[in-house]
C-alpha cells in the first residue's frame, strides 16, 4: 500500500495522558499536514510540516500539541495531557515537493481518539 | 461568515439522477480547488482537482469553478450507491498550503 499511512487507529486515553499520532507519508512525498475533525464539524487544518522544518503551525493550540517530522521515521503529532476536547479524528495528508504550483494533498484514513 | 460555505445536506437521489454539489467562499485569494469523497470511518479521498475557471471532467463526475462568482460545484452522472458518502469542497491559495474545507454534504444514492 503506497499510500498514507496512520497508526494507530484508534487510540483510547484518560484525562491526563499523552497521545502520540504517527502518519508516513505516500512515498514520493516529503510535505505533510495534519487535521483535526471534532464531531459534526469539518476538517481544521492545524500545521504543516517538511523534512526536520515546521512550516505552518497556524492551527495549532497553543499549548499540549506539538508536531514533528524527523528525518528518518514518521510524522508525530503529540498531544500531552489529553482532555475530553481533545477526543476527535485526526488526519494526515502528504503532498509531493512543491513544483510550479500548488500539489494537491492525499489523506490517510486517520486515527480516531478517544480520551475516556 | 465562515471562508467556505457548503450545502449541508443530506442529499437524498434515486439511482441515475444527476447530483450537484455546490460551494462557496468569500476570500478571492484563492486559487486552488478540490472535491474530496469520505466515506463513513475513512479518510477523504481525492476526486477532483483544479485551479482555474471553467468545467473539468473526470468519468461521471464535472468540477465547476466561477472565480468571478466565488462559487464551485461538483456534478456526479448518472449516480450509484457506491457514490453515497461525504462530499468535501476544499480550497487554497497560493501562498499558503493549508486547506480550507466546506462542513460536507452527505449524499445517499438510493438503488
Known amino acids: 500500500n503506497a499510500g498514507v499511512m496512520q497508526n494507530p487507529r484508534h487510540l483510547v486515553r484518560r484525562r491526563g495522558q499523552e497521545a502520540r499520532l504517527r502518519c508516513s507519508p505516500m512515498?514520493?512525498?516529503?510535505?505533510v499536514y495534519w487535521y483535526r475533525q471534532l464531531p459534526e464539524e469539518g476538517l481544521k487544518f492545524m500545521v504543516y510540516l517538511q523534512k526536520e522544518n515546521i512550516i505552518d503551525e497556524s492551527g495549532m493550540p497553543k499549548e499540549r500539541f506539538s508536531a514533528e517530522f524527523p528525518k528518518e521515521g514518521p510524522s508525530i503529532l503529540r498531544i500531552q495531557q489529553v482532555v475530553r476536547g481533545d477526543s476527535a479524528a485526526y488526519f494526515c495528508a502528504s503532498s509531493p515537493m512543491a513544483g510550479g504550483g500548488n500539489q494537491p494533498q492525499h489523506f490517510g484514513d486517520g486515527t480516531r481518539l478517544s480520551i475516556l | 461568515q465562515k471562508e467556505v460555505e457548503q450545502d449541508p445536506g443530506p442529499l437524498s437521489v434515486p439511482e441515475g439522477a444527476i447530483v450537484s454539489l455546490n460551494c462557496t467562499y468569500s476570500?478571492?485569494?484563492?486559487?486552488?480547488f478540490m472535491w474530496y469523497r469520505q466515506y463513513s470511518r475513512k479518510g477523504p479521498e481525492l476526486l477532483m482537482y483544479?485551479?482555474?475557471?471553467g468545467n473539468k471532467e473526470d468519468g461521471r463526475f464535472t468540477a465547476q469553478v466561477d472565480k468571478s462568482s466565488k462559487y464551485i460545484s461538483l456534478f456526479i452522472r448518472d449516480s450509484q450507491p457506491s457514490d453515497s458518502a461525504t462530499y468535501l469542497c476544499a480550497i487554497s491559495s497560493g501562498s499558503a498550503r493549508q486547506l480550507t474545507f466546506g462542513s460536507g454534504t452527505q449524499l445517499t444514492v438510493l438503488p
Open positions: 476570500n478571492s485569494a484563492f486559487q486552488y
Open positions: 512515498k514520493g512525498h516529503s510535505h
Open positions: 483544479t485551479y482555474s475557471s
